[in-house]
């Protein structure tokens, strides 16, 4: 039997207990349990101990030298500040992509390190999923769409081909969004809403069709 490598999940709420189970699925890692700054040590999700806090992933890797992270926080910013702060205490880190066995990828899509994409999303031909973002279930990226790290689609949304999202943008559940549009970086597209026109850097869109309801602080809570 092929021993297989050691993973740590960094998170230990609903969006970790998503990544729990596309894990499980893909068998390709044996999950070591939960590293979580808000919890005690051995409280339990999904059946996984909370081992610590951030500050100890050294001395786990100490005793796993083969570890992996997965950053398993749904919020872009939280998920950014967790990965700068590993980044800190270890040199170089494997943040290997989680994929659920039921989502299509097409062909020529490129998926960055630390990627989550859930079941039933479709990301089609010549795609680019930046590091860190994540793709909820059943949405979809059309073809040539651009996600830029620490980006996210909730669930259900639709991105029409050759749009680009900037980093740390967030589509929110339902949302459609028109092809070749550009959606700046650290905006909000709110749930259901149809977006017809580019967004601005730092705006929250909602509607059909969208429009801007305000601006948004760069790293200011969504969810």
Request: net charge positive; aromatic share 6%.
């Amino acid at each position: 039997m092929v021993k297989k490598s050691k993973i740590l999940i960094i998170g230990s709420s609903g969006h970790a207990k998503v990544i729990i189970d596309i894990l499980e699925k893909r068998d390709e890692y044996q999950i070591l349990g939960l590293i979580d700054d808000f919890r005690s040590v051995g409280e339990e999700t999904s059946g996984y101990r909370v081992l610590g806090k951030i500050e100890d992933i050294p001395s786990l890797f100490s005793k796993h030298p083969v570890l992996s992270v997965f950053i398993a926080i749904g919020d872009n910013w939280g998920r950014y500040n967790a990965v700068s702060k590993i980044l800190s205490l270890l040199p170089s880190p494997n943040f290997p992509a989680a994929i659920h066995p039921s989502a299509q990828i097409g062909k020529g899509v490129v998926i960055g390190r630390g990627v989550a994409v859930m079941a039933g999303a479709v990301i089609n031909p010549d795609a680019e999923i930046g590091e860190f973002a994540f793709i909820n279930t059943k949405a979809s990226a059309g073809h040539d769409v651009k996600m830029s790290a620490y980006s996210s689609l909730g669930p259900g949304v639709t991105v029409g081909g050759n749009t680009f999202i900037g980093e740390f943008t967030a589509v929110s559940i339902g949302a459609s969004i028109k092809e070749k549009l550009k959606i700046g970086a650290h905006s909000i597209i709110g749930a259901g809403a149809v977006l017809m026109d580019d967004c601005p850097d730092k705006s929250i869109m909602y509607g059909i069709p969208a429009r801007i309801v305000r601006k948004r602080s760069i790293g200011e809570k969504y969810i």
